[in-house]
C-alpha cells in the first residue's frame, strides 16, 4: 500500500516507471522510510543499520544519477560558479556531519544517512563535470591511496573483529 501511494504521487509528477527512474526512485524512498520507520531508539540499531532494506536508499540514490546521467536528465556540466557552490556546500556539509553527528544518534537514522547520502550524489555530480578545486582535492596522492586500500580494509575488518 505504501508503494502504491508513493508511485501515485511520482506518476502525478511525472515520473515514468518504464525506464527504470521511477522504480529506482520508489525503492530509494521506500528504503529511506523503512529506516524512519524501524528504528526504535529505545532497542538496538543493528537491524536498521545492517538491514538491507534498510541501507539500499544509499546505493539506489548513486543509480539513480547515474540513470539521470545516462539519459542526460542533468546537464553533464554546471555552470562553473554553481559548480563551485554546490561541491563545494555538499562537501563542507559532509564534513561537518561527519565530525559532529554521533552514528547511533536518533538523528542519524531518522534522516541523516539520507541528507548524507544525498551530499555525497551531489558530491559525486559535481566533480563529473567541470575541473573544480574539489576535483583537485579529492585526486590527492594520499587520498587516492586511501581509497585504493578503505574498501578492502573495510571487507575484511568485521570478519577479523568477529574472530577477536
Known sequence: MLAQNIMKLLQKYGVNFLNGLGTTLLLALISVILMIVLFDPQQD???????????????????????LWEYRMVPRKLSASVNMVLGSLSFAALLVMTIAINGSSNFWYRGGQF????????????????????IRFLSNPVLKWIGDRSYSIYLWHYPIILLI
Do not use: E, H, N
Open 45 to 67: 540499531a543493528s537491524r536498521v543499520y545492517y538491514g538491507t532494506d534498510t541501507r539500499a536508499f544509499s546505493l539506489l540514490f548513486g543509480a539513480l544519477l547515474a540513470i
Open 115 to 134: 541528507i548524507g547520502t544525498i551530499l555525497t550524489v551531489l558530491v559525486i555530480y559535481t566533480v563529473s563535470g567541470r575541473k573544480t578545486w574539489l
